[in-house]
Structure formats: structure tokens, C-alpha cells
């Protein structure tokens, strides 16, 4: 069986005896019942994904992964296609956003090419695993053959099976490729049939004049390609990208190893929304970051499940919010390993 098809079915419910183990640990602890919110949420949810009562700090692996758009040709980001390898080159001498926020949290950054559109030399951190140089524009044709979106599905998956073999307790998702929040903003039009004009942003920052070109290439693009909703593969590979794929493959195999996957804003929420496609049970195994400024963020989170962590009006990408995110998780394990119990303390329980 083919290693995408294999992963989807390894997927398996979370476990519910985990999860009240730990809720009668936290229900113990010197603090009122749920009193501690979206920490207590975490917790509870990694006991459910993994089985197990956390402990911290977690190993943490951040995966960002580049690729780049052909439609790009049609004037829908600010910024040239050529930033997409610079930015690689930036990843890997530890300048950009993304190495900062890593150091600081203590999370391993791992860079995957999956379809950066030309050839990247060899440097520390990089996986070359590139699936083709870019995809197709998306406005005049499909962005991607089925085989090539199989094909960066797998190098997801892959990468994450590698990474959990070192031994990564927690996953994150973030990208890199100049003119992606197209392609999401296509995906999310296609799966929640919402019209384009309603839930499209301005990525990097566009003008009006530019939001409009963004707004008739989505439009052309859904025209002439018609994806299936209901077939997650259909709406991938027509719409693309090749990173949006491997962070889908990504999240897949988080999810069928048990491992929980950080998903950062509004590029890794559409790799998400494609996964959750394939297999909606891997939505229990993600935990959303942070709430983007991209206006269709909140409508991926909506159809995921999802409640972000955090509201901090980022719009960068990366994975940024997600390594930020990877912090709180540490805190909420220690919480509930570090903190005393009401016998321990010998602090009077609730009288009810
Ligand atoms: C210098 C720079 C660094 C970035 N890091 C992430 N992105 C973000 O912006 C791009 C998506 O926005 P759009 O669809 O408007 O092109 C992606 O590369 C995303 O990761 C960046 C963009 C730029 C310019
Ligand atoms: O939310 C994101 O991930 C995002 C938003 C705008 C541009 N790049 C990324």
C-alpha cells in the first residue's frame, strides 16, 4: 500500500483514559477547577493524543517548508518570487523571524525544500527533497498533477517520520514561498464555498490594485479548475502548493504517530484544512497557535475545530506563531507536573 494511503489509515482516535487520568491530576492541583483555561485544555489534550501524562520540556522539532507558485506571474503578492530562496539562505544563517523565536523557545528548526523553483546549494538544516520547480499558475490550469501532490504529501510525511524516530514529542508547521496565501485563499474558497472576495487578504501586504488581481486570479483559477470538495487530493493538487502539501503529509503523520502538530497561521491552517480533508480524525491532533490577520484564518479554524492560543495580529507566516505557541505548551506540562496538590499543600478543597 502507498505510504500516503498507509498514514491516512493509521490514524486512530485519541485516548480517553489518558485523558481522565490527567483531568483528575489538574482537578487536584491548589487552583479552582479549570481555572487555568487553555493550559488545562493543552495538557489534556496531549495526554489524549499521546496516551501518556506529559512531562516537560517536550523535544520539540519546527518544520518549514518553501515553495513557489506560478501564479505569481499574476501579481498577487507584494514581494518578487526571487525572496522565496533568499529567505531559505536567511533561514539558514539564523536572520529571520522564524531563528529568533526557535532559539527562544528551544525548538530544533528543520527547512525542507519541497519546491523552491531553482536550485538551492547545500546548507546546514536543509533537506532537499524538491518535488518540482514550482507549480503551474493555478489561474490558467491545475497547479499540480495528482502525482506530484501525492509525491510532496509523502516527503511531509517522511520528514515527520524522521523526525519522531529522533524523537520529536511536538511538531510545528510553517512555510515559505511568495504568493501562497493565494493558493490557501483558493483551497479555502473551494472547501467552504464561501466567495473569494469575502475571505481574501493582503499576504504580504498588498494594495488595493494588487488585492484585485489576487481576487480575479483565485476566481479564474476555481473557473477553470473545478475542484471536488469533497476530494482533498482534487483540491491540492489543482490549487497547489507544493509546501502546503508536504506541511498536509506533515500533519497526516504527526497524527498517525500520535504526536501532536502545532499549526501556525494561515498557509499551515489550509495544509490543515486538505489534511483534515483526507482524514478528519487528525484534527484532534493539532493545536492552533494564534489567530493570523488574514480575514479567512478564522474560517479555516472554524471548519478545523480550532481555538488559537493567541491573538497578537501576526501575519508573517513561517511557523512564527507556532514556535511562539510551543512555549505556552512547555508552560501548561510544567503546570501540571510542578504544581502541589491540595493534600500535598494542605490547602482546604472546594466546599461543594
Ligand atoms: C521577506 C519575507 C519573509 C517572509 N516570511 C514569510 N513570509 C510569508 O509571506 C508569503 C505569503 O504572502 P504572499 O501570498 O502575499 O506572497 C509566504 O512566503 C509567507 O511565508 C514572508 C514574506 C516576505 C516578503
Ligand atoms: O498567517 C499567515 O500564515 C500569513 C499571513 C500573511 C502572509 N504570510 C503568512
Request: hydrophobic share 45%; charged share 20%; proline share 5%.
Amino acid at each position: 500500500m502507498e505510504l500516503l494511503t498507509r498514514t491516512i489509515e493509521a490514524i486512530k482516535p485519541l485516548d480517553h483514559e489518558a485523558i481522565g487520568r490527567v483531568q483528575s491530576r489538574l482537578d487536584n492541583l491548589t487552583k479552582p477547577p479549570g481555572s487555568l483555561g487553555v493550559l488545562e485544555d493543552i495538557v489534556l489534550a496531549l495526554a489524549g493524543i499521546t496516551g501518556r501524562q506529559p512531562s516537560a520540556p517536550l523535544r520539540k522539532t519546527h518544520i518549514l517548508m518553501a515553495g513557489d507558485h506560478g501564479v505569481a506571474a499574476c501579481g498577487v503578492s507584494a514581494y518578487p518570487p526571487e525572496v522565496t530562496p533568499q529567505m531559505v539562505l536567511n533561514f539558514a544563517n539564523g536572520g529571520a523571524a522564524i531563528n529568533v523565536l526557535a532559539r527562544h523557545a528551544g525548538v530544533e528548526l528543520l527547512l525542507v525544500d519541497v519546491g523552491v523553483a531553482s536550485d538551492l546549494p547545500d546548507l546546514p538544516g536543509l533537506l532537499k527533497r524538491k518535488v518540482a520547480y514550482g507549480t503551474a499558475n493555478l489561474a490558467e490550469g491545475p497547479a499540480l498533477t495528482r502525482e506530484q501532490a501525492t509525491a510532496a504529501l509523502e516527503v511531509g510525511i517522511e520528514v515527520a517520520n524522521d523526525c519522531v524516530r529522533r524523537g520529536a514529542e511536538l511538531l510545528g508547521t510553517g512555510e515559505m514561498g511568495i504568493g501562497n496565501t493565494t493558493p490557501s485563499t483558493a483551497i479555502l474558497a473551494a472547501l467552504s464555498g464561501k466567495p473569494v472576495r469575502e475571505i481574501v487578504g493582503r499576504g504580504t501586504g498588498l494594495d488595493d490594485q494588487r488585492l484585485e488581481l489576487k481576487i480575479k486570479a483565485i476566481e479564474k483559477g476555481l473557473k477553470i479548475n473545478r475542484p471536488d470538495p469533497e476530494d482533498g487530493l482534487d483540491v491540492l493538487a489543482k490549487l497547489g502548493g507544493l509546501e502546503i502539501a508536504g506541511l498536509a503529509g506533515l500533519i497526516l503523520a504527526g497524527a498517525a504517530a500520535r504526536v501532536p502538530v502545532m499549526i501556525d497561521g494561515f498557509i499551515s491552517a489550509a495544509a490543515a484544512c486538505i489534511a483534515a480533508k483526507l482524514n478528519p480524525q487528525c484534527r484532534q491532533y493539532m493545536i492552533a497557535s494564534h489567530l493570523s490577520e488574514e480575514p479567512g484564518h478564522r474560517v479555516m479554524l472554524e471548519m478545523l475545530g480550532l481555538r488559537p492560543m493567541l491573538t497578537m495580529r501576526m501575519r508573517l507566516g513561517e511557523g512564527t506563531g507556532a514556535v511562539l505557541g510551543m512555549t505556552l505548551v512547555d508552560a501548561a506540562v510544567k503546570i501540571l507536573n510542578e504544581m502541589a496538590t491540595f493534600g500535598e499543600a494542605g490547602v482546604a478543597e472546594s466546599l461543594q
